[in-house]
C-alpha cells in the first residue's frame, strides 16, 4: 500500500525533512516511562520564551544518567544496577533503564540540566530568527 504524503500542498517546498520528522515521531515507542512534563516559560527581559522538559527520576543519580543532543533529537538515557547485596521481601520499585526521545525543531537550544529532589529539567529555548527581505531581480532570457 502505497502511503499518501501528509504535506503534500504544492505550496509547501522544502519541507521534506518535517515530513520524515513527523513519521519517525509517530513511529517511536512509547511506553510512558518515565512521566514528564513540558511547559512554556514566557519571555522576560533577561531571557527568550523557553521551554522547559521536566521528567520524574526518583532514584536516579546524576551519574546514571546521560543526556545528549544527536542530530536535532534530544536523548535522555538513564540505567540503574540491581543491588546483588540486597535480600528483597518485597519488591516493588524496580530497577530499570529507559531512553526518552524529543526531536527539537530546528534553531533551538539546549541551555542547561538541573536534577534536583528526583526531578531532571531540561531549559531549551528558541532565537528569535532574524527577518530577512530580499528583493529577487528578474532577468530577462534570450
Known amino acids: ?18 515530513e520524515r520528522a513527523l513519521d519517525r515521531v509517530a513511529r517511536a515507542p512509547s511506553d510512558g516511562y518515565p512521566p514528564y512534563n513540558i511547559e512554556r516559560l ?7 520564551e523557553r521551554l522547559r522538559i ?3 527520576l526518583a532514584g536516579f ?3 546514571q544518567l546521560e543526556i545528549t543532543l544527536e542530530e536535532r533529537q534530544l536523548i535522555i538515557r538513564g540505567r540503574q544496577q540491581d543491588d546483588k547485596d540486597r535480600i528483597y ?3 516493588g520499585i524496580a530497577a530499570r533503564q529507559f531512553q526518552r526521545a524529543f526531536l ?5 537550544q539546549v541551555l542547561g540540566a538541573d536534577l534536583t529532589n528526583g526531578l531532571l529539567v531540561i531549559d531549551l529555548a528558541r532565537p528569535e530568527p532574524e ?12
Open 1 to 18: 500500500m502505497t502511503r499518501m504524503p501528509t504535506l503534500n500542498s504544492p505550496f509547501l517546498l522544502g519541507f521534506d525533512e518535517i
Open 61 to 63: 543519580t546524576r551519574q
Open 42 to 48: 514566557a519571555k522576560s527581559a533577561h531571557e527568550p
Open 89 to 91: 521481601l518485597h519488591r
Open 104 to 108: 527539537l525543531a530546528e534553531g533551538m
Open 54 to 56: 521536566t521528567l520524574a
Open 131 to 142: 527577518k530577512v527581505i530580499r528583493k529577487i531581480e528578474i532577468s530577462t532570457l534570450g
